[in-house]
């Protein structure tokens, strides 16, 4: 082992396998075209994006202005009004993420290739997942309240339109990864399709399945909170009302409310999390 980290060695290991270690022309030159090509996207980005550190340094007091302004938080009149806000976005967030879950997972089995071999298939709901997580949660949440009006209902679909799309490319993707053996064994005795899928992939992928569940639920309570903005319901329309009429102890109470809970939920998810897969807490 004491020679496995002898440094001594290592001119001499890199002597004998120099094709093995030493990077040719052509990748010295793909890692120096792909490094100078990202230091121009990123010098182009900062000049679209109208950069000026003078500007961050100047608004820094500003925003000193505003946490003065914070202090100390309070809801007035309003917390039971807040505090059933808040119900209604863990609500919209616990809603959106089961009802996009149970949906996508039967698309996700018939996108997998290893449950179902026609890549038509499998190539038009691979594209229908990537045409709809390429619109942003927001995004659904304003067409949404356009079809169905204001309210926590049109936040609850925009959660699951968007998740939808994102679980069926993790689960079929977790469903591919999937083990062969245990299928293997089920059809040498003569089982059929169905029971391969129940006994030899499904006890495989229910835990990662429900790891990344948890996952989401814990991630779409502060996106339910920005759609609330919009009009979707929950608190974050009270935030925005806030924000508007320049309450800004109630906007910091409101904002502790909300790092409260996706604190709270971040923790218990965790502790779900390792329980179902079995590992140790971090």
Partial sequence: MAQIFDLSRLGDVAARHHKVMRLGARQRQIIFAGTFLGFLLLV???????????????????????????????????????????????????????????????????????????WVTRFVLRRSFDTIRGVDTLIWALIWISVVGLGPFAGVLAVATADF?????????????????????????GGTAAQEFRFGILPQILPVIAGQVLYYFESNTRSATII??????????????QIRTLEWQRVAFLVLMVLVVVAAIDFISSRLRTAISGAKPI
């Avoid at 109208?50 to 505003?66: C, E, H, M, N, T």
């Avoid at 799309?165 to 005795?189: C, H, M, N, Q």
């Fill in 44 to 118: 182009f980005g900062l000049i679209e994006a109208d950069f000026s550190l003078s500007r961050i340094v100047s608004g820094i007091g500003k925003l000193g202005d505003f946490a003065v302004l914070m202090f100390p938080p309070e809801p007035g009149p309003l917390f039971a009004t807040y505090l059933h806000a808040l119900g209604e976005t863990l609500a919209i967030a616990l809603l959106g993420t089961l009802l996009a879950a149970v949906l996508a997972f039967p698309f996700a089995v018939l996108a997998s290739r290893n449950v179902l071999p026609f």
């Fill in 165 to 189: 799309a994102a679980f069926g490319k993790l689960f079929s993707e977790t469903i591919e990864t999937a083990d062969p053996k245990p299928v293997e064994g089920i059809r040498s005795t």
């Fill in 228 to 241: 609330g903005i919009v009009g979707a319901g929950g608190i974050g329309l009270h935030l925005s009302e």
